[in-house]
Structure formats: structure tokens, C-alpha cells
């Protein structure tokens, strides 16, 4: 289990890269530099980097916004689904005992 990073320090790391992005030669070499100054993963910095870009509008691709509700509606669907199933097992039961030739 990935352990939770505070947003604090999340905030500070993509705010760090962007000030200092134009003094690297790729966002990888900018992330690497303020990962070691955080202590932290530079994969990691990259990542919340590249979704703050994607959340502000500037990059192309999911929101978080939006994958918190993909999320959610996953799970829904998945609750539905094991609620139809349950329906479909309890009909067929009570259809069986209602029948007048079990009896």
C-alpha cells in the first residue's frame, strides 16, 4: 500500500519544478533535483507534476477531478452488478419454490 504523501509537500514539489523548470533540460532532470531536496521519489514528483499540468488545463488527459468520479461510478457499477446478480439468483429461487410441481 503506497503510503500517503501530505498534500503540503506535494504542492511545494510541483510548485519547486515549475519555478525551476527552465533550468533544467527536461522535466525528468528538474523532478530528480527537487525529489533529492524533498526526499522523496523523483517519479513521484514528475507524476503529481504532470497532473497539476493536466488539472490546470495544460496538458491533455484526466483530471483528477474526473478520475475521482471515474472512480466513483466504477464502483457504483460494480455495487449494481453484484446487486443484479443477487436479484437474478433470488428470483430463480423463489420461482422454484413456487412452483406447484416441487411440491
Given at each position: 500500500m503506497p503510503k500517503k504523501i501530505d498534500p503540503?509537500?506535494?504542492d511545494r514539489a510541483v510548485r519547486l519544478v515549475r519555478e525551476h523548470r527552465s533550468e533544467y533540460p527536461s522535466l525528468t532532470a528538474a523532478s530528480g533535483a527537487v525529489a533529492r531536496q524533498l526526499g522523496v521519489s523523483?517519479?513521484?514528483?514528475?507524476?503529481?507534476?504532470?497532473q497539476a499540468?493536466?488539472?490546470d488545463g495544460t496538458r491533455d488527459g484526466v483530471s483528477s477531478v474526473e478520475h475521482a468520479e471515474i472512480k466513483?461510478?466504477?464502483a457504483e457499477n460494480k455495487r449494481l452488478r453484484e446487486d443484479v446478480a443477487i436479484l437474478k439468483a433470488?428470483?430463480?429461487f423463489f420461482v422454484g419454490e413456487l412452483d406447484p410441481r416441487n411440491h
Open positions: 503540503a509537500l506535494r523523483h517519479e513521484s514528483v514528475r507524476r503529481w507534476v504532470v499540468d493536466i488539472d466513483r461510478l466504477k433470488a428470483t430463480t
